[in-house]
């Protein structure tokens, strides 16, 4: 008998297995051991010395100030900070919706910081999905019309495209609303069907800045948990910008913004079966 740990070589594709006994200590290769929470570090996102410096009449702004970090694929990531310290301006640039001044990001192992704008068009499309505070929805659009609407950009056929969105829509919980104008929703609905539009396209990294900042406080845990779980369940990377601390200490890790440099990257310890209350 003895303890058995496990860790990762570094490609973190093989999972070794240690047996240490009292005075013993032996070590095994096993090809797929169960290896949580190490599994599948797969770097999606990689951000190197990233500055957004805007220039306000002579003075110059540093919105980002020398940002470096990577986050992995399945991972649920939460950029955390008081107002004014960069978090917008960071989710933009990871996104793709605004270019660096200076430095590097890698998505999926494109530079995108290279990218001209229709290159970036078509980037944005294929890989990235966006949740909004407001949740951006066309209030004379049902809501099978609205979570269709990027995969009409795709030249999906509209009958596949329902049927696409139908799935994504019962998905978070709107069986019943789904022929509803968005204009006749409450909020909470609302965001699911902003939740089930940016999953329609299946994109490997969700984008989600302040997503429960409209709505009150039940349906935040209801919204956050789902999106955690769904992002889960299919692999998926999410990252949410909040300025809540207490929102951010449900993601996988949290990382601290202030004055547009990242001070502490904090990993959070969830139960598998853990519930958010
Ligand atoms: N277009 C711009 N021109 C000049 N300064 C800007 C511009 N956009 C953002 N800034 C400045 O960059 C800094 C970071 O702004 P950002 O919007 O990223 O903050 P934030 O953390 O998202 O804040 P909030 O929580 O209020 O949304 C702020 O000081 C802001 O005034
Ligand atoms: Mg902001």
Same mark, same amino acid.
């Given at each position: 008998? +003895?303890? #058995?740990?496990?860790?990762?070589?570094?490609?973190?594709?093989? =999972?070794?297995?240690?047996?240490? @006994?009292? $005075?013993? /200590?032996?070590?095994?290769?096993?090809?797929?051991?169960?290896?949580?929470?190490?599994?599948?570090?797969v770097p999606i996102i990689q951000?190197?010395?990233?500055?957004?410096?805007?220039?306000?009449?002579?003075?110059?702004?540093?919105?980002? +100030?020398? #940002?470096?970090?990577?986050m992995?694929r399945?991972?649920?990531? =939460?950029?955390?900070?008081?107002? @004014?310290? $960069?978090? /917008?301006?960071?989710l933009?640039?990871l996104a793709g919706l605004?270019?660096?001044?200076?430095?590097?990001i890698v998505i999926d192992k494109i530079h995108i910081?290279?990218m001209?704008?229709?290159e970036l068009v078509a980037f944005r499309r294929a890989r990235v999905g966006f949740?909004?505070?407001?949740?951006?929805?066309?209030?004379?659009?049902?809501?099978?019309?609205?979570?269709?609407?990027p995969l009409?950009f795709r030249?999906?056929?509209?009958?596949?495209?329902?049927?696409?969105?139908?799935?994504?829509?019962?998905?978070?919980?709107?069986?019943?609303?789904?022929?509803?104008?968005?204009?006749?929703?409450?909020?909470?609905?609302?965001?699911?069907?902003?939740?089930?539009?940016a999953l329609a396209v299946n994109p490997r990294i969700i984008f989600?800045?302040?997503?429960?900042?409209?709505?009150?406080?039940?349906?935040?845990?209801?919204?956050?948990?789902?999106?955690?779980?769904?992002v889960?369940?299919q692999n998926q990377t999410l990252v949410?910008?909040?300025?809540?601390?207490?929102?951010?200490?449900?993601?996988?890790?949290?990382?601290?913004?202030?004055?547009?440099?990242?001070?502490?990257?904090?990993?959070?310890?969830?139960?598998?079966?853990?519930?958010?209350?």
């Open positions: 008998m +003895g303890v #058995v740990r496990y860790s990762h070589d570094e490609t973190g594709s093989t =999972a070794v297995r240690y047996r240490e @006994g009292t $005075g013993l /200590s032996e070590r095994k290769e096993e090809q797929g051991a169960v290896c949580s929470p190490l599994k599948e570090r951000v190197k010395n990233l500055y957004k410096i805007y220039k306000v009449g002579e003075t110059k702004v540093y919105a980002l +100030g020398g #940002v470096d970090f990577t992995y399945g991972e649920f990531c =939460a950029i955390v900070g008081p107002s @004014g310290s $960069g978090k /917008s301006t960071l933009n640039m605004e270019k660096p001044s200076r430095g590097e910081e290279k001209k704008e229709n949740i909004f505070q407001s949740y951006n929805l066309l209030k004379t659009l049902n809501a099978v019309e609205n979570v269709a609407l009409s030249g999906m056929p509209r009958r596949k495209r329902n049927e696409i969105a139908r799935k994504y829509l019962k998905l978070v919980g709107l069986e019943k609303q789904m022929n509803h104008m968005a204009n006749a929703m409450s909020g909470g609905q609302q965001q699911r069907v902003g939740i089930a539009r989600a800045d302040e997503p429960t900042g409209n709505l009150d406080s039940k349906t935040t845990m209801e919204i956050l948990k789902l999106m955690r779980r769904i889960r369940e949410m910008v909040t300025h809540d601390n207490h929102l951010a200490s449900y993601a996988d890790r949290q990382f601290h913004i202030v004055d547009g440099k990242i001070f502490k990257i904090e990993e959070c310890r969830h139960d598998e079966e853990e519930e958010i209350k």
